[in-house]
């Protein structure tokens, strides 16, 4: 089946530094891909999507572009703020038909003043 | 204003005990998911179902049971086989599986063990 893997971190950040968080799969054919937010002690939020190559998602400051070349899809923004910390979990669908995503581990981003 | 709902937030269990988690949805999604959630870790399912009074086992089903009985609907029940219930559970839903397929997640519940 599809698989991702992504950098775990955690990773610490000043405000209003750059933001880049790895996210590499493997898939049969092009499924859409995604970037979840989970902030402390709540659920998962979609944070941004793409559903074909070359496609960028875009949401609150965050990118991800569809790259088929390199099969990534890293998220990225320009200047962090506090609010950003979270958990961020880059998935993709399990499987051509499959009703299952199949979630990388996570990665922990801590923003400081 | 649609969304995911999930009750309780928190929810306590003893020893031996049955328990069951509430998630109810107004998308008219005709699909519904449960995943389990360990510190530190990601995600891993429990069941889902792909429409009214139908479901399937996911990855860890075993200590879990669900009903569907209506579309908004789909309950867990964490029995007393499952050893290790201690564990945050997210309920989501979407319109359909396959490669374009995009999930929702609720709150979130929080289960511990007494």
């Known amino acids: 089946g599809n698989s991702v893997t992504q950098m775990e971190g955690p990773v610490t950040l000043s405000e209003e530094a750059f933001l880049t968080i790895n996210c590499t799969y493997t898939a049969t054919g092009y499924p859409s891909l995604f970037w979840y937010v989970q902030y402390p002690g709540e659920g998962l939020q979609l944070l941004l999507k793409?559903?074909?190559?070359?496609d960028k998602g875009s949401n609150k400051g965050f990118e991800a572009t569809y790259r088929k070349e390199t099969t990534s899809f890293h998220l990225e923004k320009g200047s962090v703020q506090v609010s950003d910390s979270a958990v961020y979990f880059c998935a993709l669908p399990s499987g051509a038909g499959s009703y299952q995503l199949t979630f990388g581990k996570g990665t922990k981003l801590s923003v400081i003043p | 204003d649609g969304g995911i709902t999930q009750s309780p937030k928190y929810l306590f269990r003893k020893e031996g005990q049955n328990v069951t988690l509430s998630c109810e949805q107004n998308?008219?999604?005709?699909?519904m998911y449960w995943y389990r959630q360990d510190p530190g870790q990601g995600l891993r399912l429990i069941y889902y179902s792909q429409i009214v009074n139908d479901f399937q086992k996911g990855d860890i089903a075993e200590g879990y049971s669900v009903s569907r009985e209506k579309k908004e609907s789909f309950p867990l029940t964490v029995t007393s086989a499952q050893k290790n219930p201690t564990a945050f559970y997210l309920c989501?839903?979407?319109?359909?599986?396959?490669?374009?397929?995009?999930?929702?997640f609720g709150p979130g519940t929080r289960l511990l063990v007494l």
């Open positions: 989501a839903s979407s319109t359909g599986g396959g490669a374009q397929q995009t999930q929702y």
């Open positions: 793409a559903t074909k190559a070359d």
């Open positions: 998308l008219n999604h005709d699909a």
